[in-house]
């Protein structure tokens, strides 16, 4: 090819380019943009629209209020055809899709289901989260020596596993944690070995172990070993969500507890209290704070705990829940009226108290799929700000809430930047209650 000829295919290439970047690229962009499912209610209002070549097809057979425009034309219900713009307001419940097309080939499916939400009394109240009402939960294993410097592994060779949940020694409940070591020493002095009662998954289990005896004779102090670490079952202070009225269920946290190692944490027998606020470690940039919170563990058990998830904990309160800014219930929003905007949070800093305060979602990711980091949000309220540094330990799962309904709940902060953190959708959540709700009942069949 001749050097000019050359020239010419290169400027020809570079303008394909450019108008490839101009028209086609922010178009795929917004496409790919589109969630594959969407949830919407009755009355609400969406538009779709395409430029050239890119358009959107609609099917003849569709809900009320789909309407379709192609230049000049509209293309009512029962008309189907390509479309350069798609509104969407109906007024009744129903299914519906719209198919995205490139140069008239199929690309995407938008599919979107009109129904009415649910109506939940939002939460913002404090909990303590325990994994169980009593006993110790083991997180791991270590080698104990006697006095001749022989190295044992008495609970592993017991078959106890890290994740399980140790209730009782020779018949005695495990109240506490500070009650184990005295309780170990009395039984052990009785008996040469001693026999654990344990829950592993929903079954107990009773494990007999052979403790090394130890004598400190400098202290002339005589203890006995297991080869264990455990770690007391109160797993700290959180949020609650939301309370469903209809199904006497409640969500919290809005992300999945995690314990030793990031390890899974089994709540067969997990329970939440109420929980007083006694203080507030202040949030810097590296540094999150906390609340401080205090519960009994016994006397304030207000539901169970049934599930641990990726976006909460979920389970039966035994009580029906107030809540002093939302005495009646609200409906939850679906992730497609989340805007970015103002919004607010309910949670309590002092005692038991709740308090709204003013927050900004930035961000709104239109997820398709279960997941817990569906907005971001930032913390815009002075009095917050001053007392906490933004969001904190502690205010997981204080419920988000923007144009009367309750679209979600805080989950994570921004190590970097306290002021800012993520949020879960509420519909995941509602979704996840109803999931786990089936699969109960499936079991029980």
């Known amino acids: 090819m001749p050097p000019r000829y050359k020239k010419l295919f290169s400027w020809f290439l570079l303008l394909l380019l450019g108008l490839f970047m101009l028209f086609i690229l922010p178009q795929m962009i917004k496409v790919q943009l589109y969630p594959t499912n969407l949830r919407l209610v009755p009355g609400q209002q969406l538009q779709f629209s395409l430029k050239k070549p890119f358009s959107i097809y609609l099917a003849a057979d569709r809900p009320d209020g789909i309407t379709g425009i192609n230049g000049r034309t509209k293309i009512e219900k029962g008309q189907s055809g390509h479309c350069s713009e798609v509104m969407v307001t109906s007024e009744r419940e129903g299914n519906g ?3 995205i097309r490139f140069l008239g080939l199929p690309i995407r499916r938008v599919n979107f289901e009109i129904v009415k939400m649910p109506e939940i009394i939002p939460g913002g109240h404090a909990i303590g989260v325990l ?8 997180s791991g294993h270590l080698p104990v020596r006697d006095d001749q410097g022989r190295e044992f592994y008495p609970a592993k060779e017991a078959g106890i596993k890290v994740g399980d949940l140790i209730i009782a020694i020779n018949g005695q409940t495990i109240r506490r944690l500070s009650e184990l070591d005295s309780l170990i020493k009395s039984e052990a002095e009785k008996s040469s070995t ?6 592993r998954g929903g079954k107990t289990l009773d494990l007999e172990i052979t403790p090394v005896k130890k004598v400190d004779r400098e202290r002339g102090i005589i203890s006995y070993l297991l080869g264990l670490y455990v770690e007391d079952p109160a797993a700290g ?7 469903n009225p209809q199904s006497r269920q409640y969500g919290a946290l809005g992300h999945k507890i995690l314990g030793f190692g ?4 089994s709540l067969v027998n997990g329970k939440i209290v109420a929980a007083r606020i006694t203080g507030i470690t202040h949030g810097n940039r590296g540094e999150p704070g906390e609340k401080i919170g205090i519960f009994s563990g016994h006397s304030d058990i ?6 641990n998830t990726e976006i909460g904990i979920f389970g039966t309160l035994y009580t029906d829940l107030n809540n002093l800014y939302y005495p009646q219930p609200i409906p939850v929003s679906t992730i497609s009226e989340v805007k970015s905007g103002p919004a607010e949070i309910l949670t309590v800093l002092s005692g038991d108290v709740i308090r709204r305060f003013s927050i900004e979602i930035q961000k709104v990711y239109h997820q398709s799929n279960l997941r817990d980091k569906g907005m971001v949000i930032k913390v815009t309220d002075p009095e917050l700000l001053l007392k906490t540094g933004g969001i904190i330990q502690g205010m997981s799962g204080s419920p988000i809430i923007q144009n009367g309904k309750l679209v979600g709940a805080v989950t994570h902060v ?9 949020g879960v959708f509420a519909e995941w959540m509602l979704q996840m209650e109803k999931n786990l709700q089936k699969r109960s009942e499936r079991d029980a069949s």
């Open 97 to 99: 899709y719209i198919e």
């Open 131 to 138: 994994v169980a009402a009593k006993g110790v939960i083991v």
């Open 194 to 199: 001693l026999m654990l009662r344990v829950v």
């Open 237 to 243: 202070v959180g949020t609650l969500t939301y309370y």
């Open 262 to 265: 990031h390890s899974e944490v």
């Open 302 to 307: 207000i539901g169970d705990i049934f599930a």
């Open 414 to 422: 921004f190590v970097n930047d306290p002021t800012r953190g993520y």
